[in-house]
């Protein structure tokens, strides 16, 4: 093996390795020199190496001999070309890397830059709010000046008012003594005159006392005596004369039978007004006519006269069991009133609001009938006059030609059991009245009794009933097609007329509908209505008028709490009554087939 330019050369012809020459050894390369002796190995550094010069000849000389020799120059110019090759292309990447550098030192200056911009908008922001501030605590400055020397002005003023006030009061409570002094002068002057006129003139007074007196008896005597002669005379001689008598005698008969027949023949008429034309003091409300309540509200009268005829069912939303159960009683009751046949009593319970009146309504319109509407609550306090107002109340009610829908809401407050303790003697005697007027079918008149807790109703009263209708209250489905109802109801007719101030926002009208409809769970219908009123509120007290998806559930979330705190309310026994009797909510809104529920429009 030999050494070449400091390429290694292998003696069996095999390609030269790329590897640095040896080391020489220690008398040569002076690489064994010992490190502690500096001053030899300056000298070694700059020692000439001629054994290196021999080998490089001995290695060309065999070089120039051997075969491979031309080989090895080409081995060597490729290497030399691929270290040129290496050398470009690091330039190459130095270039790139410098431009690389020039482009991550522009963005840093470009971030620099932004940054710089920056912080000064934000230095103008903050410059632009802090003047703000000084503006405004200048303005409150100036309105808490303003405002102050507003108010010691206005307590000037009042002391000003007060103490003219006070002057006036003075001067004027001076003038009134000042008057007062003068008239009780004038008095006491006129006073003491006259009492000087009458110390002077006593005599004179007595004497014409006297002849006052004596003539006034003098008078009274003579008509005394000449009334007594004239009637003595004049009944003497009707005494005598038996015609005339007779005839007195006959005229005053005559007089007392008038007298009784007129007051006879008056209670009779008002009677008879009071049953035909009159509204008994029971009745709240009637279709009816009435001659008073045409006189005081003659409009309603027209508008009722020209009323015909319509669906029982019409502006009520109801559960479709309910709501074909009412209709075939809608029809039967109308059938009924056509063919003059017996009407039937029915009692419709469930809790409140959920349209019990407004069918007992309808039902009497649909029929043709006239209805009249009155309270449990009216009767009890009435007391001893209650039976006559109860037996006025079922011949008024005969007296009607179309037939007559006697509809009675709060029934359990009058139509309690007899057998209780709480109820009153009065109480008892006009419950009786009421079963006595009740007791058999009528062509005239037909019951309708609403309640809340029939439970309470007299054995008896239950005997009167023909049918039971349960409204409960409305499931999802009603509860989404009341939310529809009354927000076009109050919300989109009153918008869509122009002619109030209430516009309503974009949203999706649908979709709010039954998320409120699932919000709702367990109020009824009355209380879903009035939330359309107090939609239709918040958008009166809004600023612009313009009601939108925001205030509408504001309003649904606070009747909710107030529901949730009206159920809090109730007692456990009212709890109890109403799932006993089957009015409570049910957790799922996908109600029974028998479930029935009902809410008024």
């Known amino acids: 093996m030999s050494w070449l330019f ?19 050894d220690g008398s040569a390369g002076g690489g064994g020199g010992n490190p502690n002796e500096p001053e030899k190995s300056r000298s070694d550094a700059y020692r000439f190496d001629s054994a290196a010069l021999e080998r490089a000849a001995k290695a060309a000389r065999e070089l120039e001999s051997s075969r491979n020799a031309k080989e090895a120059l080409e081995l060597s110019k490729l290497q030399e070309m ?11 990447e130095y270039e790139a890397h410098i431009e690389q550098m020039k482009l991550d030192s522009k963005r840093v200056e470009g971030d620099e830059r932004r940054k710089t911009l920056q912080e000064e908008t934000k230095q103008h922001q903050m410059r632009a709010q802090y003047q703000d501030q000084l503006a405004r605590k200048r303005n409150e400055d100036q309105l808490l000046q303003q405002s102050r020397a507003n108010d010691e002005n206005l307590r000037r ?28 002068r004038r008095l ?24 006052k007196a004596a003539e006034n008896r003098t008078t009274v005597l003579e008509s005394i005596k000449t009334a007594g002669s004239v009637l003595g005379a004049g009944f003497q001689a009707f005494l005598q004369d038996w015609d005339k008598v007779i005839v007195a005698a006959g005229g005053v008969s005559l007089l007392a039978l008038g007298v009784y027949t007129a007051r006879g023949a008056t209670g009779v008429g008002a009677r008879y007004i009071e049953s035909r034309l009159g509204k008994p003091s029971l009745v709240r409300e009637t279709s009816r006519f009435s001659v ?8 309603n009268t027209v508008k009722r006269l020209k009323l015909k005829p319509q669906d029982a069912l019409s502006g009520v939303v109801l559960s479709p069991k309910l709501e074909e159960r009412l209709r075939d009683v809608a029809i039967a009751t109308k059938n009924t009133k056509h063919n003059k046949g017996m009407y039937r009593n029915i009692l419709m319970h469930g809790p409140p609001g959920t349209g019990k009146t407004m069918f007992a309504k309808k039902l009497a319109m649909h029929s043709g009938m006239d209805f009249a509407i009155m309270t449990g609550g009216d009767v009890a306090p009435m ?16 007296t009607s030609r179309r037939g007559l829908l006697l509809f009675m809401d709060e029934a359990d407050a009058f139509l309690r059991k007899r057998s209780s303790e709480a109820i009153s003697e009065d109480l008892r005697a006009m419950l009786n009245a009421f079963l006595y007027r009740t007791g058999e079918q009528s062509n005239k008149f037909m019951l309708v009794l609403a309640s809340n807790t029939p439970e309470q109703f007299d054995w008896a009263i239950n005997d009167r009933l023909d049918e039971m209708v349960e409204f409960g209250l409305p499931g999802l489905a009603e509860r989404e097609r009341l939310v529809r109802l009354y927000f076009d ?12 101030r209430l516009k309503v926002a974009e949203m999706d009208y649908s979709a709010l509908c039954s998320k409120i409809a699932k919000m709702t ?18 958008a009166y007290a809004s600023e612009d008028g313009v009601l939108t998806e925001k205030m509408i559930m504001e309003r649904v979330e606070d009747a909710v709490k107030q529901h949730q705190q009206k159920e809090q309310w109730l007692s456990a026994q009212e709890r109890r009554e109403f799932k006993t009797g089957g009015y409570h909510s049910q957790k799922d809104d996908q109600a029974a087939p028998n479930t029935s529920s009902a809410a008024p429009v």
């Open 6 to 24: 400091g390429v290694k050369r292998d003696g069996g012809g095999g390609p030269p390795t790329d590897m640095p020459p040896p080391p020489g």
């Open 292 to 299: 008073l309540e045409a006189f005081k509200h003659p409009v």
């Open 82 to 92: 691929t270290r040129h090759s290496e050398l470009v292309a690091k330039a190459k």
């Open 489 to 500: 109801k109050f919300v989109l007719q009153p918008a869509s007329e122009g002619k109030r």
């Open 188 to 211: 006491e002057a006129e006073l003491s005159a006259k009492a000087k006129i009458d110390r002077e003139n006593q005599d004179l007074t007595l004497e014409q006392i006297r002849l």
């Open 521 to 538: 769970q367990g109020m009824s219908g009355r209380g879903i209505s009035k939330l359309g009123v107090a939609w239709q509120a918040a």
């Open 157 to 184: 003023q009042e002391e000003s008012v007060a103490k003219q006030e006070s002057m006036r009061k003075s001067t004027i409570e001076h003038e009134m003594e000042l008057r007062h002094r003068n008239e009780m």
């Open 383 to 398: 007391g001893k006059e209650g039976v006559t107002a109860v037996h006025k109340v079922f011949d008024w009610a005969n």
